[in-house]
């Protein structure tokens, strides 16, 4: 962005919307388009681990609606829980909730509860279900103290309401900081970011990134290989993952797309060559194919035009939870909500099997299932 606009739009619409003219729309490619180099098969070369994805619960995804998840524009944190509650036990199939949690996380893990506040107040991770995830945490034993809520920006983070004040006990964490003043180089002319990121952990893809100054912070580094943040490489030990339900462009920015570019630096260059492959190729590395044991996806207040930035006049109420440990079945479901209401809406007349290209690619990575007739999906209305 030119230093005017971004400017301008910081002032307009905050920081999350200003940032997100960089993510506005996922291309959609043949199948014999020519794409750049990567290392995925460094990433397969990795063994798998019985936590691997897709988890306990392939190609099952369990959604639950309530007509009264959002009062008065407002995610009810009542209706959030009881419909989490609802998700888990059938999940698990366990009849009591801290037992269904025990199933994905255990006291002595580090868990980081990855939200998403990209667009801003109107449209991040409610806190209605993130207070819901963290109290059924505490019920089932898991202290505040081994729990961190994430995301790649934490000025987006702290913007949107994620801040320890509003969660005591609970760390707050970004890969993208600033200091009290607001800069974002330290003394020795270092970005803060860069003490965050993992330099031995990286998905190189064979396209440049180049920057301004204005958007390098935002960055972090620019050439060839997108590095993860230690967030996933060190300091958690499993992720809840929280995405919002809204579209991108003619797809769907759920969690596939959550966890890929919230956990790696240098996105910039990855979105117009490399959209669909780096939503699936980044959740096969380690600190996430490893880590991530559930997924949630918050459709209480979600969106099917404009995403994955926050446009009013395109936002709705899902009234909707969908939990599952397979995010790529999780993503095939959110989809077809979404592209339901874009259809309904006249925004496009059928749905486009070039738009779940992503969702192949990780099935072809052994992530999930996106073969519709081999997701079981159980839904339920409270």
Request: aromatic share 8%; glycine share 8%; with cysteine.
């Amino acid at each position: 962005m030119q230093r005017r606009n971004f400017f301008k739009s910081i002032a307009a619409t905050g920081l999350g919307a200003a940032l997100s003219p960089v993510i506005k729309s996922a291309p959609v490619y043949t199948a014999d388009s020519v794409k750049p180099k990567t290392n995925i098969a460094e990433a397969m070369a990795v063994p798998r681990t019985t936590l691997s994805m897709p988890g306990k619960y392939p190609g099952r995804v369990v959604k639950v609606n309530n007509a009264n998840a959002v009062v008065d524009g407002k995610p009810s944190e009542e209706a959030a829980y009881e419909m989490l509650k609802r998700c888990m036990l059938e999940l698990t199939g366990e009849h009591d909730l801290s037992k269904a949690w025990l199933q994905f996380v255990g006291p002595d893990d580090v868990i980081g509860i990855k939200v998403n506040p990209v667009a801003g107040k109107l449209l991040t991770t409610s806190h209605a279900v993130t207070r819901s995830i963290v109290k059924q945490l505490e019920e089932a034993g898991i202290h505040r103290s081994n729990m961190m809520i994430w995301d790649r920006r934490e000025m987006q983070l702290h913007e949107t309401g994620y801040t320890e004040d509003n969660y005591p006990g609970i760390k707050i964490k970004g890969t993208e900081c600033q200091d009290a003043q607001g800069g974002f180089i330290n003394k020795e002319g270092k970005f803060y970011s860069e003490d965050r990121i993992d330099k031995k952990c990286y998905f190189f893809a064979d396209v440049e990134g180049e920057y301004d100054a204005y958007t390098m912070p935002y960055m972090v580094n620019g050439g060839k290989n997108s590095y993860f943040t230690k967030i996933c490489t060190e300091d958690v030990t499993k992720i809840i993952n929280v995405p919002v339900l809204k579209n991108a462009g003619s797809a769907v920015t759920l969690c596939l797309k959550n966890l890929a570019f919230g956990a790696i630096t240098n996105t910039g260059r990855l979105h117009q060559q490399l959209w669909h492959e780096t939503c699936a190729y980044a959740c096969a590395f380690s600190p996430l194919r490893d880590k991530v044991v559930l997924n949630i996806v918050d459709g209480l207040i979600g969106c099917f035009d404009g995403g994955p930035s926050a446009n009013p006049q395109f936002m709705c109420n899902y009234n909707t939870l969908l939990v599952g440990s397979d995010p790529v079945a999780v993503d095939r479901i959110g989809h077809d909500i979404v592209i339901a209401k874009r259809i309904e809406e006249g925004i496009q007349v059928k749905d486009k099997p070039e738009a779940i290209r992503f969702m192949h690619l990780a099935e072809d990575l052994k992530l999930g299932i996106a073969d519709r007739n081999n997701i079981s999906l159980t839904e339920f209305n409270v």
